[in-house]
């Protein structure tokens, strides 16, 4: 007889935990080059495992499981088993197809990045049962990412950074000096203080078209956004912020507010402004 079954309080704490859906994230990072016959296959994962060679494009893939964690291990599934099935089954799938595409000299474009991740997907359908894989993200460079739910590969998630600089103050007429300065702390300083604000907008596209124009889509966060809040003081210099306090929180309400609807065909997401790299905020509308 096990510890477990002889401990009714084992017992009971194993349920609970079999009870618990965890998200559990691996990110990999791999490096393609079209152009040579083989690749230098690296032993460094941390960087890039294929590693890559000259001028190479380099790509991270985030896989992400959900499940339970096992009672007796209290892991989801060992991170160097994701690790080695997403290079087994799901960066050959990359490397082959984008190698194809770029020696005929074709565009890579959303809905052919699409089908890799739908084709990835099912690679590693199977492959960390009880656990399954929710979601892959694709990181096209370091302010772009493409992520698909394995539940849902019609849609493309498209996700793009932007920065803007700012000074604001944290303050409500309606309590005392002391009272705002025990809720807000220095963010209540009466000059205002300055933030390099990052704003994360994400989309929602169907995989297989009408797509994104980033283009377009960078145009109408510049207009709609970032030409309103870059470079200036939000409590006085944007109305809205004179009745709202100009909270990371309200920032990104604030955002949705600016772009909601005017993506179309495609759909406002998310909304995600870091103030600092510890504060961030996101909203979903
Ligand atoms: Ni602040």
């Given at each position: 007889m096990?510890?477990?079954?002889?401990?009714?309080?084992?017992?009971?704490?194993?349920?609970?935990?079999?009870?618990?859906?965890?998200r559990l994230?691996?990110?990999?990072?791999f490096?393609?080059?079209?152009?040579?016959?083989?690749?230098?296959?690296?032993?460094?994962s941390y960087?890039?495992?294929?590693?890559?060679?000259?001028?190479?494009?380099?790509l991270?893939?985030?896989?992400e499981?959900?499940g339970?964690?096992?009672?007796?291990?209290?892991?989801?599934?060992?991170?160097?088993?994701?690790?080695?099935?997403?290079r087994?089954?799901?960066?050959?799938?990359?490397t082959?197809?984008?190698?194809?595409?770029l020696?005929?000299?074709e565009?890579i474009g959303f809905?052919?990045?699409?089908?890799?991740?739908?084709?990835?997907?099912?690679?590693?359908?199977?492959?960390?049962?009880?656990a399954?894989?929710?979601r892959?993200t694709?990181?096209l460079?370091?302010?772009?990412?493409?992520?698909?739910?394995?539940?849902?590969?019609?849609?493309?998630?498209?996700s793009?950074?932007f920065?803007?600089?700012a000074?604001?103050?944290?303050?409500?007429?309606?309590?005392s000096?002391?009272?705002?300065?025990?809720?807000?702390?220095?963010?209540?300083n009466?000059?205002?203080?300055?933030?390099?604000?990052?704003?994360?907008?994400?989309v929602?596209?169907?995989?297989?078209?009408?797509h994104?124009?980033?283009?377009?889509?960078?145009?109408v966060v510049d207009?709609?956004?970032?030409?309103?809040?870059?470079?200036k003081?939000?409590?006085?210099?944007v109305p809205?912020?004179?009745?709202r306090?100009?909270?990371?929180?309200?920032?990104?309400?604030?955002a949705w507010?600016?772009?909601?609807?005017?993506f179309?065909?495609?759909?406002?997401?998310?909304?995600?402004v870091?103030?600092?790299?510890?504060?961030y905020?996101?909203y979903?509308?």
């Amino acid at each position: 007889m096990s510890d477990a079954q002889a401990n009714p309080e084992i017992m009971n704490r194993k349920s609970e935990i079999e009870n618990l859906r965890v998200r559990l994230g691996r990110r990999v990072r791999f490096s393609i080059n079209p152009f040579l016959e083989a690749e230098n296959s690296g032993c460094n994962s941390y960087t890039s495992r294929p590693a890559g060679e000259g001028l190479s494009l380099f790509l991270e893939l985030d896989v992400e499981l959900v499940g339970s964690a096992a009672p007796q291990t209290g892991l989801l599934v060992n991170v160097s088993d994701i690790d080695r099935a997403v290079r087994r089954h799901a960066v050959p799938v990359f490397t082959e197809r984008v190698r194809d595409y770029l020696r005929r000299g074709e565009h890579i474009g959303f809905d052919r990045i699409a089908a890799i991740l739908r084709r990835a997907g099912e690679h590693l359908e199977d492959t960390f049962r009880p656990a399954r894989v929710d979601r892959l993200t694709l990181k096209l460079n370091p302010f772009r990412k493409l992520a698909m739910d394995t539940k849902e590969p019609g849609m493309l998630y498209f996700s793009e950074k932007f920065e803007f600089a700012a000074t604001h103050k944290l303050w409500n007429d309606e309590f005392s000096e002391p009272q705002n300065r025990k809720i807000f702390g220095k963010c209540a300083n009466p000059t205002g203080h300055g933030h390099n604000y990052l704003v994360e907008v994400t989309v929602r596209t169907p995989a297989a078209g009408p797509h994104l124009e980033v283009g377009r889509f960078e145009q109408v966060v510049d207009e709609h956004l970032m030409q309103v809040v870059d470079h200036k003081n939000l409590n006085l210099d944007v109305p809205v912020f004179r009745t709202r306090i100009p909270t990371v929180e309200n920032i990104a309400v604030f955002a949705w507010e600016r772009l909601a609807g005017r993506f179309d065909p495609v759909q406002l997401h998310c909304i995600t402004v870091w103030e600092s790299d510890r504060t961030y905020c996101s909203y979903h509308g």
